[in-house]
């Protein structure tokens, strides 16, 4: 049912998803090095993808919380999105270590970006 999940994110290095109606843990997404910034689901709950103090994002596979795929960034992710169609994805990053702030933007559906 929509609505039945809730993803949550913080600086304890382990997104998790809750059972909204009873809060429930019902999993952990185990991967990151630092602290989880952002957090965002696909519209069939399929994915989830987050943005790590670690320097990276990674898409997960929801129903099994394996690590899928992986972007590594110069700086921590700081905001990270699916667009509705959930056909493209976007990160952002923090200006620091030297580095300018990136704003990227990847088509989910060329394996080749």
């Not at 009873?22 to 999993?27: F, I, P, S, V, W």
């Not at 989830?48 to 929801?62: M, R």
Request: overall charge negative; glycine content about 8%.
């Amino acid at each position: 049912r929509e609505g039945d999940l809730l993803f949550s994110c913080s600086k304890d290095h382990q997104p998790n998803v809750w059972y909204s109606l009873n809060g429930e843990r019902l999993g952990t997404f185990k991967g990151h090095q630092g602290a989880v910034w952002c957090i965002d689901v696909n519209w069939d709950t399929t994915r989830v993808i987050t943005g790590s103090a670690d320097n990276s994002l990674k898409v997960w596979d929801c129903e099994t919380g394996k690590v899928v795929d992986e972007i590594i960034t110069k700086s921590a992710v700081r905001t990270c999105g699916y667009s509705y169609s959930s056909n493209y994805v976007m990160l952002s990053t923090d200006k620091a270590m030297g580095q300018q702030c990136d704003l990227l933007v990847f088509d989910t559906r060329d394996s080749s970006q």
